[in-house]
């Protein structure tokens, strides 16, 4: 009988690209996957992709509970209860105990949850007698800040409601960079996301595997003083094996919530080596009109070639609105889509650089396809790992905002320029280089992560029924 893994994601673009990227590993060392989604997120998904590209032994199926996906910010702190609550444990006894009736010889032999999901699933495992584990897509360094903030208050570092107590660049934690005081993940939604992550910390504590969608090598000493206190198991980076061997395309299709477009890949074809900058803010990156337009200047004074993700809700509250004549003067080297197969474009090699807001997916496919970064984050973890990325492993430089909160386009320039052209530009595309390959060796085996996953996966295989 094979294992029988019971996956529940974060409804949010970039939990579910890990934690789909987690099953095909997990397929591959013979899992069987049941992959369960909020019903409007399933049908979002279904609806952007033609799927049966998912693969054999991933079946994705809902529980009855509607949640539209995480791509807005809007009323956060009321969504992310209302899915705690609506797809929390008497939602995931019931799921578990349907497969287990229908499928006499498949039944759930394990858990793995989001870390955000995991609120009271505990209980669940146990009466049900299922190994849990814990899945945290971003890096160590996002949970360790998380889990040790309740003593930062106890150490008078932070108010009680986490806001620091003085506004300058500090090392809160001896084995993270130093992080200037709004950095801090928490506060773009203020006290809630604090004692939130509080509690997803006491809540974590217990579980005995604890997955991390990164790789010990990048940020060793955090992942040397969390394991002291959790089961911390690095396992990434979670990209196909493909991607890896610089194949460049992959059978697999991620569950995206919007219709991916491919015909980039064709224009990427005609342009030269390392010339294009590839422009990107994720899932739910926003910008302002004003910002907007700066940047499209920007990119239209480098006089390079680009490739820019303008989805149909990037600019604050109605459609993104170029600047006039702005398509006619980049016809030549310009190329717009409303969303890329990323993947396959930061492996393409006429990439030059990402300017990216930095989320944790985003970063860590920069990394192992080994491109430089222009840094541009907007919430949340993006100003951890910007910090990670320019302070710590020299991978790319940020993007400063003016006194107004804008970035000029002479900025985008000036980055732009310094990567390409500068030598501190050429050290960081050799920095890039040197950890694409650390990055790679971690999953090969005998890496790091490759060690990590396989404890984890002979650990699951051993589960009685
Ligand atoms: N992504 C994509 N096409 C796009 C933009 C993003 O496939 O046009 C993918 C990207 O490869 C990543 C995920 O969406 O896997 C976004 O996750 P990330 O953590 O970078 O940002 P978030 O959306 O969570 O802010």
Redesign the pocket.
């Known amino acids: 009988m094979a294992p029988h893994a019971l996956l529940i994601p974060l409804p949010?673009?970039?939990h579910i690209?890990p934690m789909m990227q987690l099953a095909w590993k997990l397929v591959s060392h013979g899992f069987l996957i049941t992959f369960l989604n909020s019903d409007s997120t399933h049908n979002r998904i279904h609806k952007a992709n033609t799927l049966n590209s998912f693969f054999d032994n991933i079946r994705m199926i809902s529980a009855p509970f509607e949640f539209p996906p995480l791509d807005s910010l809007e009323g956060i702190e009321n969504r992310i209860e209302s899915l705690i609550k609506g797809m929390g444990p008497s939602v995931i006894d019931k799921v578990i105990q349907e497969i287990n009736a229908r499928e006499e010889e498949n039944k759930v032999t394990c858990i793995i949850a989001d870390v955000w999901m995991c609120f009271g699933l505990q209980a669940v495992a146990t009466l049900h007698e299922l190994p849990l584990a814990a899945f945290h897509t971003a890096l160590v360094s996002l949970f360790a800040i998380r889990y040790f903030s309740a003593h930062l208050v106890s150490l008078g570092i932070l108010h009680s409601d986490g806001i620091p107590k003085e506004d300058k660049k500090t090392k809160y934690l001896p084995c993270m960079p130093a992080l200037h005081s709004g950095d801090l993940p928490w506060l773009w939604a203020g006290e809630y996301m604090f004692r939130k992550g509080i509690r997803m910390g006491e809540e974590i504590k217990d579980i005995k595997w604890v997955l991390f969608n990164s790789f010990i090598e990048i940020e060793a000493p955090v992942v040397e003083t969390l394991s002291k206190e959790v089961g911390v198991y690095p396992i990434g980076p979670l990209i196909p094996p493909e991607f890896l061997i610089d194949s460049r395309t992959s059978t697999k299709v991620?569950p995206?919530f919007r219709k991916?477009d491919t015909d980039c890949l064709q224009w990427l074809d005609k342009q030269c080596a390392h010339s294009v900058i590839y422009i990107?803010f994720?899932?739910?990156?926003i910008l302002s009109e004003k910002q907007l337009e700066e940047l499209a200047l920007g990119l239209e004074a480098t006089q390079r070639p680009f490739l820019w993700?303008v989805r149909s809700d990037l600019m604050k509250g109605s459609e993104a609105n170029l600047p006039v004549g702005f398509l006619e003067q980049v016809r030549d080297r310009g190329c717009i889509?409303s969303?890329?197969?990323?993947?396959e474009v930061l492996s393409h090699p006429s990439i030059a650089c990402f300017v990216t807001?930095c989320?944790?997916?985003?970063v860590q496919?920069s990394i192992t396809m080994g491109v430089p970064m222009l840094c541009w984050p907007y919430f949340a973890d993006q100003f951890l790992n910007r910090a990670y990325v320019v302070d710590v492993w020299k991978l790319g430089l940020p993007l400063n905002a003016n006194s107004q909160g804008i970035i000029k386009q002479g900025e985008i320039v000036k980055g732009v320029e310094i990567l390409q052209e500068s030598e501190q530009g050429l050290e960081i595309r050799e920095e890039a280089k040197k950890l694409k390959i650390i990055a790679r060796d971690a999953v090969k085996d005998g890496g790091s992560s490759w060690n990590n996953f396989n404890l984890f996966v002979t650990a699951m295989k051993r589960q009685p029924n």
């Open positions: 949010a673009q970039g690209n991620l995206s991916t990107s994720g899932s739910t990156g993700v889509v969303w890329a197969p990323q993947l807001h989320g944790w997916n985003s496919e």
